[in-house]
């Protein structure tokens, strides 16, 4: 099943059949939101808003570890994450998707693993996101002619407020491509949660280092805003299928990240935390008896 995390206008599309929104228990608390079942050309999606509806959840508050959890346990597979980024390059202009494939995480108040003591993991980060999504959604972006940057790194800075001068300039020398406050450690826990996770940055505006940033007015940045949400609503009807229809899903590596990745040995495991854990790790976990 396909996933889409995004802002709450992601979901209005045309098309969308059997609509209804769920809600999920997790183990790690409430989700941002119900999430919105569906089918889109007669299969199965999944929309979560990522700050709830009507935007009422601030970045550092979101409980990312329930969102992750939730859809995993209503089977999504994959997660598209549809993010407004602020641009550090010249070229990367208001109205660019760039599909992310690195991450600097200078998060510091955010819950960052499922994971902890009783039952510890270890997943590698070396390349944060799914390749085989981020190729899908390059695909539909140029068949619907959206313009589009195919790599770029993603400083996700902690918030709410944005940066200062000197830190906007830090992260250019950086080499950092775009910046935004949320897709840590949403990232990363789709890794632990062996689900394959793509980005796509949608530029609204340039960051504080460019020299015109002062002078562009809400109105600007909120029409660059409702242009990006139609966009967005395009490129998840022009994705879905494709998603769907990979028959190299099945093998690909982000869906075995905990293979080797548990480091507590069975017999050390504590029973509570493999009961927390049995949608994220079930696959890993399931030898595992509760309570020994």
């Given amino acids: 099943m396909l996933g889409i995390i995004g802002g709450s206008g992601v979901y209005d599309i045309e098309g969308l059949e059997n609509s209804r929104w769920v809600k999920v228990e997790s183990s790690f608390g409430e989700p941002s939101d119900e999430v919105l079942l569906a089918e889109l050309d007669g299969q199965p999606i999944a929309f979560l808003p990522r700050h709830g509806r009507g935007h009422r959840i601030p970045p550092s508050e979101i409980n990312f570890r329930a969102n992750l959890d939730a859809l995993k346990r209503l089977g999504v597979t994959d997660i598209i994450s549809v993010s407004a980024v602020g641009s550090l390059r010249e070229d990367l202009i208001p109205g660019t998707f760039v599909i992310v494939d690195q991450f600097i995480d200078r998060t510091f108040a955010r819950e960052k693993t499922f994971f902890g003591t009783g039952l510890v993991a270890h997943v590698s980060m070396a390349h944060p996101v799914c390749n085989r999504l981020g190729d899908h959604l390059f695909a539909a972006l140029l068949q619907l002619g959206i313009p589009v940057v195919r790599g770029g790194t993603y400083l996700v800075m902690e918030g709410v407020q944005f940066s200062s001068l000197a830190e906007s300039k830090l992260y250019r020398m950086w080499g950092c491509d775009v910046i935004g406050m949320t897709n840590m450690p949403e990232a990363k826990l789709a890794r632990e949660a062996e689900i394959c996770y793509a980005t796509v940055g949608m530029v609204t505006d340039f960051d504080c280092w460019h020299p015109d940033h002062d002078h562009v007015t809400v109105e600007a940045i909120v029409g660059v805003l409702l242009a ?64 020994e």
């Fill in 228 to 291: 990006n949400a139609d966009k967005a609503r395009a490129l998840v009807k022009a994705v879905a299928s494709p998603v769907h229809g990979d028959s190299c899903a099945e093998t690909c590596t982000c869906r075995s990240a905990l293979q080797h990745a548990i480091i507590t040995a069975p017999a050390a495991r504590d029973a509570e935390m493999v009961k927390k854990l049995s949608a994220v790790a079930g696959r890993m976990l399931k030898n595992t008896v509760s309570g």
